[in-house]
């Protein structure tokens, strides 16, 4: 069974610094993996997605990893503001579980002025 | 990509009744899923839902409790039935493009049980 795991749980940076967030898999038989925000309250927005043939993905100060063998992803936010405080939640989409995503515990982000 | 809307995008709830969640995509689509998001969790698979057939349950999700609609390719019901507290959760729905491709999600409903 595909296990996602997200550490840390909780970040707090200054404002201007980079981010890391990683994410890690135990199947690594993926179709991709996916990286979503979350605001409180709020719905899932999407921040990039990852085929499994890739290697990273970037959108903006946003650049996502993925390293197959290992079961390992890392979301990079270049220059951090307070906007992109919010929780960042990785998804894996695996073989075995057919079109269904498995979510990890997410990385609850604040970013401090 | 896809635009999801959902309705309502709040409710307070008393126990014992039920509520029924609206999902409207605007493109159409094979697949949606509903989802579950339990206080200070991560989302949790609730059923996915095929246009024409009945719609598959996660373990622990019972037809009973959360039936399912799928009228066409572009709407979805999801019914949460004789509520208690423990069913108070943001509800999401949500659809893949593509089938394998990236994954989109409405701005959720949010469900407090009284």
């Known amino acids: 069974k595909q296990e996602v795991t997200q550490i840390p749980a909780a970040l707090s940076v200054p404002e201007g610094e980079n981010l890391v967030l990683n994410c890690s898999f135990t199947?690594?038989?993926?179709?991709?993996l996916q990286w979503f925000r979350q605001d409180p309250g709020k719905g899932l927005t999407s921040l990039l997605l990852?085929?499994?043939?890739?290697r990273e993905q970037t959108s903006g100060r946003l650049n996502a990893s993925l390293d197959k063998s290992s079961g390992r992803s890392t979301l990079y936010i270049a220059a951090s503001q307070p906007g992109d405080s919010a929780t960042y939640l990785c998804?894996?989409?695996?073989?075995?579980?057919?079109?269904?995503?498995?979510f990890g515990g997410g990385t609850r982000v604040l970013v401090k002025p | 990509s896809a635009v999801i809307s959902q309705k309502p995008s709040r409710d307070i709830c008393q126990r014992g009744t039920s509520l029924t969640i609206q999902c409207q995509v605007d493109s159409q689509v094979t697949m949606m899923f509903w989802y579950r998001q339990q206080p200070g969790q991560s989302l949790t698979l609730i059923a996915t839902?095929?246009?024409?057939?009945?719609?598959?349950?996660e373990s622990g999700f019972v037809i009973d409790k959360f039936p399912i609609s799928r009228p066409n390719l572009t709407f979805s019901t999801l019914t949460v039935s004789n509520m208690s507290p423990e069913d108070s959760s943001i509800y999401l729905c949500?659809?893949?493009?593509?089938?394998?491709?990236?994954?989109?999600f409405g701005p959720g409903t949010r469900l407090t049980v009284l």
């Open positions: 990852i085929q499994s043939s890739q």
């Open positions: 199947d690594s038989a993926i179709y991709n």
């Open positions: 998804a894996v989409r695996a073989v075995a579980a057919g079109n269904k995503l498995t």
């Open positions: 839902a095929n246009q024409g057939s009945e719609a598959t349950y």
């Open positions: 949500s659809v893949a493009k593509g089938g394998t491709d990236t994954q989109y």
